[in-house]
C-alpha cells in the first residue's frame, strides 16, 4: 500500500502543475484564459482514456507494467513541454502527460481493492489520497521554482524525476492478487465479506449512472480545484496565495478521503457518495459570498473536507455491485467521467469567465451540476436498499 501511495503521489502531478503555471503559460503565449485553461483540459483526456485502457492492462496482467511504462510516458511528457513553442505543441503534450498520470490512479485503486475485503473502503481511500498527496506537494514545489528559475526549467525537472522514481517502484508491485470466485456472482455478499452485493440494475445501467454521476460532480469541483489561483489573482492577490489555498484544500482533502473510507466500511460507497455530494454543494456555495483572503483559505479548507472522498466512493461502489474481474477496466471507465467532468468544468468555468468577466456565475454552474449528482446518487441508495430488502429471507 505504501508503495502504491508514492505511485499516486509522484504520478498525478500532472493533474496539478498546469493549476500553478496557469497565468505564465497565458502570459507567455498571449491567449485568453479560455485558451490557456485547453491544456489542463487535454490533460484530463488523456487521463481519462488512460484510465480505462490501462485499467483494461492491469486486469490482464497486473500493475506493474502500465505503471512502469506510464511513469516514463510521465517524465518524457514534462521534458518535451518544456521545449515547446507555441500553444498549440503544449496542449498535445499534456494528453501524453494525462496518460502516464492515469496508471497512478485507477488502476492503483483496482489493485488494491482486491487485496482487502474488510477494510477495503480505507485501503483503496488511503492509496487514491496519493492524488491529493500529490495536490499538497507539486503546487508548493513548482512554486517555489517558479520564483527563482521558470516554467520550463521546472517542467524538465519534474519530468527527470518521475522517470527516476516511478519506474523503479512500478517493479516492486509485480505480485498479483488472487480474485476470487465468489466475487463473481451476485448476492456473494451474504455468504462473504467483500463480495457483490444485490441492486435491482444490471451492470451496464449501474455503469451508465455512475459515469453520469461522475461528470456532474466533477464538474463542480473543477471550479476551485483548476482557477482557485487565477481566482486569486483576479481578487488582487498573487500566484503564491492561490498555491496555498490549493495545498491547504487538496490537504483537507487527504483528511476527507480517509474518513470517507472508514465511512464507507460502516455504511457502504452509496451512501458515502451521497453524502460527500451534499456537502461538496453547499461548500460551493460559500464561494459565492466570501472572497476575503482570511475567508478564502477558510472555505477551501471546508471545500476540501467535504470533496475529497467522492471519487474513492466510486471506485467502492464498483467493488461493491459490478463484477470483481473487470474492476480495472470499469473503474477506470467511470473515473474517465470524472476526468472529462474535471476537463469540461474547468474549460466551461474559463470560458463563462470571458464571458461575464467574473467567476460568480462559474460557481453557480457548478452548484447547477452538483445537483444532478445529488440526484443520481439518491437514486442508486433508493435501489441499492431496496435490493438488500428483498434479499432478507422472510
Not at 490533460?43 to 516514463?72: C, E, H, Q, S
Not at 466500511?265 to 461548500?283: A, H, Y
Not at 472572497?291 to 467535504?306: D, R
Amino acid at each position: 500500500m505504501t508503495i502504491a501511495i508514492l505511485i499516486g503521489t509522484f504520478g498525478t502531478v500532472g493533474l496539478w502543475a498546469f493549476v500553478v503555471v496557469l497565468p505564465p503559460i497565458q502570459a507567455e503565449f498571449g491567449v485568453d484564459r479560455a485558451a490557456a485553461s485547453l491544456p489542463y483540459t487535454s490533460a484530463m483526456v488523456g487521463f481519462a482514456l488512460g484510465n480505462v485502457l490501462l485499467g483494461r492492462f492491469a486486469d490482464r496482467t497486473g500493475v506493474a507494467m502500465p505503471v512502469a511504462i506510464a511513469g516514463a510516458a510521465l517524465g518524457a511528457g514534462f521534458i518535451l513541454s518544456g521545449f515547446t513553442t507555441a500553444l498549440w505543441q503544449f496542449v498535445i503534450l499534456q494528453v501524453l502527460i494525462g496518460l502516464g498520470g492515469a496508471a497512478c490512479f485507477g488502476p492503483l485503486l483496482a489493485d488494491i481493492s482486491h487485496w482487502f475485503e474488510k477494510r477495503r473502503g480505507i485501503a483503496v481511500a488511503a492509496v487514491a489520497c496519493g492524488n491529493y498527496l500529490s495536490g499538497v506537494l507539486w503546487p508548493t514545489v513548482i512554486k517555489f521554482a517558479l520564483e527563482h528559475t521558470s516554467w520550463r526549467v521546472t517542467f524538465l525537472g519534474i519530468g527527470i524525476f518521475c522517470i527516476v522514481s516511478i519506474v523503479p517502484l512500478a517493479l516492486l508491485m509485480r505480485a498479483k492478487p488472487v480474485v476470487q470466485e465468489a466475487d463473481e456472482m451476485p448476492g456473494a455478499q451474504a455468504r462473504r465479506p467483500g463480495g457483490r452485493r444485490p441492486i435491482d440494475l444490471s451492470p451496464r445501467a449501474l455503469q451508465s449512472l455512475l459515469v453520469l454521476a461522475g461528470l456532474g460532480c466533477c464538474v463542480a469541483m473543477s471550479m476551485p480545484q483548476v482557477h482557485i489561483v487565477a481566482y486569486c489573482i483576479d481578487l488582487g492577490y498573487d500566484i503564491a496565495r492561490g498555491a496555498e489555498m490549493l495545498s491547504l484544500m487538496l490537504g483537507a482533502g487527504i483528511a476527507s478521503r480517509l474518513i470517507s473510507g472508514v465511512l464507507a466500511d460502516k455504511i457502504g460507497g452509496v451512501p458515502t457518495l451521497l453524502l460527500g455530494s451534499v456537502l461538496q454543494g453547499l461548500s460551493l456555495l460559500l464561494y459565492i459570498p466570501f472572497n476575503g483572503l482570511a475567508s478564502l483559505y477558510m472555505v477551501s479548507f471546508i471545500f476540501g473536507l467535504s470533496q475529497g472522498g467522492i471519487i474513492p466512493s466510486y471506485a467502492i461502489i464498483v467493488r461493491e455491485y459490478l463484477p470483481a474481474r473487470e474492476a480495472g477496466q470499469r473503474m477506470g471507465v467511470v473515473i474517465m467521467a470524472t476526468i472529462i467532468g474535471m476537463a469540461l468544468g474547468g474549460w466551461m468555468s474559463g470560458w463563462i469567465y470571458d464571458l461575464t468577466g467574473s467567476y460568480q456565475a462559474a460557481f453557480l454552474n457548478g452548484i447547477a451540476w452538483n445537483l444532478g449528482n445529488v440526484a443520481i446518487a439518491f437514486f442508486i441508495l433508493y435501489r441499492a436498499r431496496r435490493s438488500a430488502m428483498a434479499a432478507v429471507p422472510a
